[in-house]
DNA sequence: AAGCGATGCAACCGCGGTCTC
DNA sequence: AGAGACCGCGGTTGCATCGCT
């Protein structure tokens, strides 16, 4: 199982009349989740109340669809998945559910998070919209080099940002044995050595030849 | 070391749709 | 058919943690 973020003892839940609220115990999630390896899912009301939990039934619901539930991955977003969600989010926008259909191993709640936290603050950083070529382009700039990193090894990549000028630059990053940058127009591409790797928007990462 | 603002994320809330009786 | 219960979704809040001064 899953490594779970547990409150402590004394946390911060409260409880007000019968029912409580705010952070899970340990003790709360093994009764859920005994109760649902036995019984399965149901009815989430009256779950709660078999189960033995003074809980509301949607609050079971969000513990075990989004912490407890076994084919759940989290932590870090890789680029692959940044650029799936990207994708998928400007084709319905903010329909989480129907977005994490598409990674069924993350959860609404999480992707929505992550578009909220990330997203929105780095594409502001930017100085772009979320949905706009340039935005894109940065991502799959950024999975360019993490490819780049993987086979070449040991480089430091430093990700250059979007010029908004035409004519075509080349962009050095420094030492010789780093790669370099070009950009040309709508273009990314890392030079690695011999070979040259460029990002196209909706098209994704093409190994290119003879390309200085 | 302490204070404080920024950040990330778990959990709650409200609402609309669906189900059940 | 309709009323109440329930579910699921998207938006929002609150708190723990981190990093900076």
Not at 82 to 90: E, K, R
Not at 114 to 136: I, P
Not at 188 to 198: E, L, M, N, Q, S
Request: include cysteine.
């Amino acid at each position: 199982m899953n490594v779970l973020p547990m409150s402590p003892a004394g946390s911060s839940a409260v409880t007000t009349g019968d029912l409580r609220r705010g952070a899970w115990t340990a003790e709360e999630d093994l009764l859920l989740v005994d109760y649902i390896s036995r019984h399965g899912e149901g009815r989430w009301n009256s779950l709660a109340r078999c189960a033995g939990l003074r809980r509301t039934g949607k609050s079971c619901r969000l513990r075990w669809l989004n912490y407890l539930r076994p084919d759940v991955r989290r932590g870090h977003i890789t680029p692959e998945e940044q650029l799936l969600i990207l994708d998928l989010h400007s084709r319905w926008g903010n329909r989480w559910s129907k977005i994490a259909q598409h990674l069924p191993w993350r959860t609404d709640n999480e992707i929505k998070n992550y578009w909220r936290t990330r997203v929105q603050k780095h594409a502001r950083q930017l100085g772009c919209d979320v949905n706009s070529d340039r935005f894109r382009q940065v991502l799959l700039l950024r999975r360019c080099c993490q490819r780049v990193r993987r086979t070449a090894g040991g480089w430091r990549i430093t990700v250059v940002p979007l010029l908004q000028s035409r004519e075509q630059r080349v962009l050095d990053s420094g030492g010789r044995h780093e790669p370099r940058y070009l950009e040309h127009a709508s273009v990314f591409a890392v030079i690695d050595g011999g070979v040259t790797w460029r990002a196209f928007p909706r098209v994704g990462l093409c190994r290119c030849h003879g390309q200085h």
